[in-house]
């Protein structure tokens, strides 16, 4: 990647209390694969992967634009999705969760941004090439989703790191919105 490129994905910031107690957990059960850091805990949005450092103006005009309240986020169950990410999902998402995903890939789509075709499937990562499959309820961590992250994917000597690039604010639940489900 040059510099004139940037891996980019939107995501909801794990909140640092939150990412400390769900890795002080993560750690007490010995889960294999190679930990994510706790500052690089989220759920991502939508992912952009290699774009232009040019298309930045653009985006954050488009993060700015959108319109969703904010919510609560509890994950609760344990999966293994793909090869080895061993994740903490929602057993059940927030429409405004899925509200906001939509919201923003159809933002993306008509700046004529190609993403992932597969469904939205809301998870924050606890580890990497793990290679048991686990799958079950977990302890409930959450927190008020007030904000979206739009953040920049560096390789360093220690790994990634994934560092803001712009933060947006959700509504404030009992403020309205036409066609937005609170």
């Known amino acids: 990647m040059s510099e004139s490129t940037l891996r980019l994905f939107f995501a909801l910031p794990c909140p640092p209390e939150q990412a400390t107690a769900i890795c002080r957990w993560r750690d007490e059960q010995a889960l294999q694969g190679r930990p994510v850091p706790p500052q690089n805990l989220h759920l991502t949005l939508a992912f952009l992967g290699v774009q232009p450092a040019d298309c930045l103006d653009g985006l954050q005009r488009l993060a700015a634009d959108l319109d969703c309240p904010a919510f609560e986020l509890t994950l609760d169950r344990l999966i293994t999705l793909g090869k080895g990410f061993i994740c903490l999902q929602p057993s059940a998402p927030p429409p405004a969760l899925d509200y906001l995903a939509a919201a923003l890939r159809a933002q993306l789509a008509a700046l004529g941004l190609v993403l992932d075709s597969r469904p939205f499937l809301p998870h924050l990562t606890l580890t990497r090439h793990g290679h048991e499959r686990v799958h079950g309820h977990s302890p409930a961590f959450g927190w008020t989703v007030d904000r979206f992250v739009l953040f920049v994917s560096e390789t360093t000597a220690q790994g990634a790191r994934y560092r803001e ?18």
């Open 165 to 182: 690039l712009g933060s947006w604010p959700l509504r404030a639940s009992g403020t309205t919105a036409a066609a937005v489900p609170d």
